[in-house]
Structures are given as C-alpha cells and as structure tokens.
C-alpha cells in the first residue's frame, strides 16, 4: 500500500513538471525579451531616410504643382519647394535623378520638359552658390559693403540660370528683405528698443544677415493635397 502511494505521488510531481515546462515553452516572451527581438526593433529615423535614398522609392513632397489652363507649367514657390526637398533635404548622389523621375511622374509631357530643364539649371544654381560663398570667406559679423557686393553677385548668378521672371517669384522677398537689413546695418540705430515690436523687427533683420552668407537653404511653403 505504502507503495503504491509512493507510486502515485512521483506519478503526480512528474506531471506537475511536465505541465510547467510545457507552460515555460508556451509563454509570450516579457517585455525585455520582445524589445530585443529585431523583427520588432523600430527603424531609426536615420534608418528610415537611408534606406529611402537607396532604394530612390522617396514619394516626394506632398504639394500640387500648378499648370495654367493649358497645361503650362507655373514656376511658383510650390515647385521651388519640390525641387529644395530633393536637391536640399537629400544627400544622396541621385537626388537630381529623383526630382527627374518625380516630375516626369506629375506633370504632362510639355511641362515636364520645362521643369526638367529648370531642374537642371536650379540643380547648378546651387552648387555654384554655395563654391561662390565659400570664396567670399564670410568671418562673423559680415560688413555691409561685401554683403552687399555679394548681393549683387548672387543676383546675376541666379539671373544667368534660372532668368529674371524666376529669379524675382523665387528670391524676389528675400531680396527686398536683404536690402531692407543692409540698410539698417549701415545706419544702425543708436536708440533703445522701444517695444516688443521693434525688438522682433531688429531680430528679424539680424537673421536675414545671416541667411544671406549661410549655404543654400530649403524654403518652406505650405503643403497642400496631392493632385492625382
């Protein structure tokens, strides 16, 4: 009798190990487990934007290019603004193959056409810029005088490639505004700020001074639904 109690209680423990093991086997791994799993492992964004280049899948921009009623292309700051997210914000070596291949996408032949070769001319504006700024060896505070020459310079850069009807819907404002700030670098203002206004304004005028030797920078222009 002794026995077969005996018996039956190694019967009971081997099943009660049995039944954890296979519980252990079955289980959903913890926290810590799935975190260092790498199916489940998020892409940085630096991942993401990498693989995005080399695969040039990049959808591009989400605005809608204007055309006039037939079928014309309008270089307004929305296809400057495609064009900055590719040459810009891109720094893969097929950049400009992307922004050709998008435009090609979006646009009707004739348009296209247009915008390729006006690609190619914004794609060399902005390489020449940015060797051109390098030669002016802009240290610190900038002196009106060269700031100034260099205005004058990069105006006729961007006339001989993008022509004088781009050049003033593009970086018209921000001329005004560049000429609006020398001028008061020239004959600063010996008062003190008299409100929050004025202080915003002087601040405003010190960015563009320094926007003006800085690299070639994307613009920023409001996104709109995608046409189809």
Do not use: C
């Given at each position: 009798?002794?026995?077969?109690?005996?018996?039956?209680?190694?019967?009971?423990?081997l099943?009660?190990?049995?039944?954890?093991?296979?519980?252990?086997?079955?289980?959903?791994?913890s926290?810590?487990?799935a975190?260092?799993?790498?199916t489940?492992?998020?892409p940085?964004?630096?991942?993401?934007?990498?693989?995005?280049?080399l695969?040039?899948?990049?959808?591009?921009?989400?605005?809608?290019?204007?055309?006039t009623?037939?079928?014309?292309?309008?270089?307004?700051?929305?296809?400057?603004?495609?064009?900055?997210?590719?040459?810009?914000?891109?720094?893969?070596?097929?950049?400009?193959?992307?922004?050709?291949?998008?435009?090609?996408?979006?646009?009707?032949?004739?348009?296209?056409?247009?915008?390729?070769?006006?690609?190619?001319?914004?794609?060399?504006?902005?390489?020449?810029?940015?060797?051109?700024?390098?030669?002016?060896?802009?240290?610190g505070?900038?002196?009106?005088?060269r700031?100034?020459?260099?205005?004058?310079?990069?105006?006729?850069?961007?006339?001989?490639l993008?022509?004088?009807r781009i050049?003033?819907?593009?970086?018209?404002?921000?001329?005004?505004?560049?000429?609006?700030?020398?001028?008061?670098?020239?004959?600063?203002?010996?008062?003190?700020?008299?409100?929050?206004d004025?202080?915003?304004?002087?601040a405003?005028?010190?960015?563009?001074?320094?926007?003006?030797?800085?690299?070639?920078?994307?613009?920023?222009?409001?996104?709109?639904?995608?046409?189809?």
């Open positions: 009798m002794k026995q077969g109690y005996a018996l039956t209680g190694v019967v009971a423990a099943l009660a190990a049995l039944t954890l093991f296979v519980s252990q086997l079955t289980a959903e791994p926290p810590a487990q975190s260092a799993s790498p489940s492992a998020t940085s964004a630096a991942a993401v934007r990498f693989f995005r280049e695969g040039n899948s990049d959808p591009g921009p989400q605005l809608e290019l204007a055309l009623d037939t079928q014309q292309l309008i270089a307004d700051g929305a296809l400057r603004a495609v064009m900055d997210y590719f040459l810009l914000e891109r720094s893969d070596d097929g950049r400009l193959q992307a922004l050709r291949d998008y435009l090609l996408k979006r646009l009707p032949p004739a348009a296209a056409q247009d915008a390729l070769q006006l690609a190619d001319h914004y794609s060399a504006y902005l390489a020449q810029h940015d060797a051109l700024l390098v030669a002016q060896n802009f240290v505070a900038p002196d009106p005088v700031l100034a020459s260099w205005q004058q310079q990069r105006r006729q850069l961007r006339v001989r993008l022509g004088e050049t003033e819907e593009w970086f018209g404002t921000e001329d005004t505004y560049l000429t609006q700030a020398l001028t008061e670098a020239a004959h600063p203002s010996d008062t003190p700020v008299a409100d929050e004025e202080a915003r304004h002087r405003h005028m010190q960015q563009v001074l320094r926007d003006a030797v800085s690299n070639a920078a994307p613009v920023r222009y409001p996104a709109a639904p995608m046409a189809n």
